[in-house]
Structures are given as C-alpha cells and as structure tokens.
C-alpha cells in the first residue's frame, strides 16, 4: 500500500510539475505576442519600418497653384538642419518629380534658375510643426519645429507638403491630398496623403504657361 501511496505521490509531482512548465510556456507564449503586438504598434507610430498605405488617388479638392507668386517647377534644396536627413528629402523631391514633371534636386549650390530652398531649424517657439516662407522670387524657406517635428515615417511626408507650398500650393480640404492643411480636418492616420490628380493638372498647366 505505501508503494502505491508513493507511487501515487510521485506520479502527482511529475504531472504537477508538466501543468506547470506548461502553464509558464502558454504565459511566455502570450507574453511574447503582447510584446510583438506592442513593437507593431510603436514601430507603426515612429516610423520605423512599418508604414501606413498610400491614400487613393482622387479628384475631389480644390487645389490650385496661389500661395505665392512664381511658379518655378526647378527646384534645389539645401539642408541645413539634422532634423531632416538628404535621404528623406530626396523620398519628398521624387514624389513631385514623379508625378508632375518638377525638377527638384537635392544640391549644395543652386542651379541658375532654380528657386533656393533652404530647410532650416525654426525653433520650438513656432506653433506649427513645419511652415515655408518665400522671402524673394529666387528663394523658399521651409523651417521645422524641432521639439513638434514627426516621427521618421512622416518627416519625407511633412517635407513633401512643405515642397508643395514652395512650388506655390497652398492648403485645402481634402484629407488624402498631400496639401490637406489648416484650418481644415486632416488626419494622416489612415493612409497617407498623395499628390492628387488637380494637383499633377495644376502643375502641368503652370508649365505650359
């Protein structure tokens, strides 16, 4: 009777510790895809590999060319801050370039009859995350707020709308069009934002003229 007690006992131990390493493998396991869902989600915010899709094209805003004055599609930028790296300016550059015909460059010294943009630390003061300025015909200044300025995943976006108002588009309502803006509703968090077909229109227009 005491081997089988004994028995009985050890057999018990055994099983207990298997409930046991199996219980501790599920928490791990679980564990593991709480964490994997956490990296997801914060790589997903900041940027860092995983991105959100391109919106789809549309037609529907009321883009135009008017912020400023002169319509020049030649554009050369000079980078003058580490808060935007030659890499996701050149992603900006190409999505005009792409789609409507521009010639912006990442260069060191402007070509002639390019228009200058300089892209330069704005200071924390600013109330906007990036704003561009036109000082004078040949030059466009696109200043950023270094304590507001996206995560890496929407710095080549922000800069590209930025571009958008150096090439003389200002703001509309439109939240999938890459010059969605203030005062209007834009949120980025559902696709991002694309140079629409008014837009590539309103370009090749100016380059005809």
Known sequence: MSKINGFQRGWAAIKGRDIGE??????????????????????????????LPDCESSVDDDAHLRMFETFNPVLD???ETDLLSEDQAWVAADKWNDRTGTSIAI????????LSVT?????????????????SESECVVLLNPCRFPGEFLKSVTFAHELGHCL????NANPKSLMCGAPFDCSWDQCVPTITDNMVKAVQKALLN
Request: charged letters at 15%; hydrophobic letters at 50%.
């Open 22 to 51: 199996r219980a501790e493998r599920s928490f791990l396991l679980s564990f593991g895809f709480i964490l994997a869902a956490a990296a997801i989600f914060f790589l997903s915010v900041m940027g860092c590999g995983v991105s």
């Open 168 to 171: 003389t588009f200002g703001h």
């Open 77 to 79: 930028v000079t980078i």
């Open 119 to 135: 892209v330069i630390d704005g200071g924390c003061e600013m109330e906007a995350v990036a704003q561009a300025e036109q000082p």
């Open 107 to 114: 260069a060191m010294e402007p070509r002639e009859g390019a």
